[in-house]
């Protein structure tokens, strides 16, 4: 005589070996023991998100010298023309194949790309240089960072967004780390108009990053960026003429350098990599990573506009990195409660 073991199916019966030759093979994986505690994970920043947003950071974090730099031969308006104009034949050239597709968005949808281009590109960058015509690269990167905070205070009621209390600080602290570097670049914070311009372009900002959340939800990354750099490049013909006139009486390597990489490297590049990372991500979550930019642009402005880096630019950049990961981090949550 000897044991058998007995098997049971996914009806909870108990059979023997000879009788389970006979069963179907149906069975259930055994369920975990009632004390064992499972976790999924909540929370957390997409994988997949973060290679576009860094590669959207560094883009950003350039733009800030180079706008510093254009606005010295470029009037505020004339620069924006520039840009869009720039960044629109690039994004024109790879919509092509898609136009041919798809053909031409519905006029409702156009209208909400419009809304986009206008807070995310014309307005935003038309304040952004005028901000820039008085206060330096550093400064207004970190006034940059209030558009995660206006994106996070409006995503509840906008897109149903919620952060926990790890997050808030991570915010908390990317945002001191931010202003840190910018209190020790380049002559620190100064609140003059130019530095409002800069606060209602961070405004901009924040509310371009929840709206356009929604439309990625209908367009890929390259179609909401091509639509609404070219619809946002519409208003800003009111100062092709004096970038007209300005172009043929300047030298084209006092120009030309600066508005190639803005419309291609900071609008193409960045606006359609952070486009997908936004795509794959909470907008709260991705906008933090908006506090990285401020750390990258005092970098770049210490190279191209001699702003030397300091220890602080490291401590500040530290501070921001930890506030990031705060954020982005995963959390544990038990899938079923301990009691």
Request: proline share 7%; net charge positive.
């Amino acid at each position: 005589m000897y044991l058998q073991p007995n098997f049971r199916n996914a009806a909870g019966r108990s059979w023997s070996p000879d009788e389970a030759a006979k069963e179907p093979r149906n069975w259930a994986p055994r369920a975990p023991p009632e004390d064992s505690r499972s976790h999924r994970h909540t929370n957390a920043m997409p994988r997949s998100a973060i290679p576009f947003l860094v590669v959207a950071v560094l883009a950003w974090g350039w733009a800030f010298p180079a706008i510093r730099s254009a606005v010295k031969v470029l009037s505020p308006g004339e620069l924006v023309i520039g840009r869009l104009l720039v960044a629109s034949v690039g994004l024109i050239a790879l919509m092509i194949p898609r136009l041919r597709k798809k053909g031409i968005p519905p006029a409702a949808d156009l209208a909400k790309l419009f809304v986009v281009g206008l807070l995310g590109m014309s307005v935003y960058q038309l304040l952004l240089n005028i901000g820039e015509t008085t206060v330096t690269a550093a400064t207004a990167a970190v006034l940059i960072n209030i558009a995660p905070v206006i994106a996070a205070l409006f995503a509840p009621m906008i897109l149903g967004e919620h952060l926990i209390r790890r997050q808030w600080l991570g915010i908390g602290l990317a945002l001191a780390g931010s202003i840190l570097v910018s209190v020790t670049a380049g002559g620190g914070l100064s609140f003059s108009w130019g530095a409002v311009a800069v606060l209602g372009s961070a405004v901009c900002a924040g509310f371009f990053i929840l709206r356009q959340k929604s439309l990625l939800e209908h367009y890929d990354a390259l179609e909401v960026t091509a639509w609404a750099t070219v619809l946002s490049a519409i208003p800003a013909l009111v100062f092709l003429p004096s970038f007209v006139q300005t172009v043929s009486d300047v030298p084209a390597v006092d120009i030309w350098p600066q508005l190639l990489w803005l419309g291609l490297g900071s609008s193409v590049l960045g606006y359609v990599f952070w486009a997908a990372g936004l795509a794959r991500s909470d907008a709260t979550k991705a906008a933090v990573w908006l506090y990285l930019v401020a750390p990258t642009a005092a970098l770049v402005a210490g190279i191209w506009l001699d702003e030397v880096p300091t220890m602080a630019l490291v401590v500040g950049a530290v501070i921001s990195l930890t506030g990031v990961r705060l954020v982005t981090m995963e959390t544990k949550v038990p899938e079923e409660l301990p009691f």
